[in-house]
């Protein structure tokens, strides 16, 4: 693969049918480029853990993969509230989801460290009152 493939998809917020659609077409793009089943677990597990944030805490926003030589980038960008304290977000368990998410089954406190758990590479950039863009990475070679 000389020049990365790119692929964009809008996650429509607080719509939790529609959720994770993104990251299942991401799996079955990974799969028709005959990627490893470890990588495509990983980034798919990454994904629809990003795609689940943006629609509890965000109202939704873009996620933009890249498939390079090297390593699948998943970059997620919302315009939502932004992220306080990412150091206390990214502590397992800690979750602002309200309980009515929580009683469907969601916002257990596992999505931020769940994608840095799968990934090689992650960075949050986050500004209250803004929105947040979190990039990741995993290594393909």
Do not use: C, W
């Not at 480029?33 to 597990?45: A, F, H, K, Q, T």
């Not at 996620?63 to 397992?92: C, R, S, T």
């Not at 949050?124 to 393909?140: A, C």
């Amino acid at each position: 693969m000389s020049e990365a493939l790119s692929f964009r998809f809008s996650v429509d917020g607080e719509n939790f049918t529609s959720a994770g659609q993104a990251s299942v077409q991401v799996k079955k793009n990974l799969r028709q480029l005959g990627l490893d089943p470890e990588i495509i677990r990983r980034v798919s597990i990454a994904m629809y853990e990003g795609e689940i944030n943006m629609v509890i805490h965000a109202g939704g926003g873009v996620a933009e993969v890249k498939v390079a030589e090297e390593f699948v980038e998943i970059i997620l960008e919302d315009h939502g509230p932004g992220i306080a304290d990412i150091e206390q977000a990214m502590q397992a368990g800690f979750s602002t989801a309200p309980d009515k998410i929580r009683s469907l089954g969601f916002g257990a406190g596992m999505g931020l460290p769940n994608m840095k758990r799968y990934t090689d590479y992650m960075d949050i950039e986050s500004k209250v009152g803004e929105g947040t863009r979190i990039t990741m990475r995993v290594n393909i070679t």
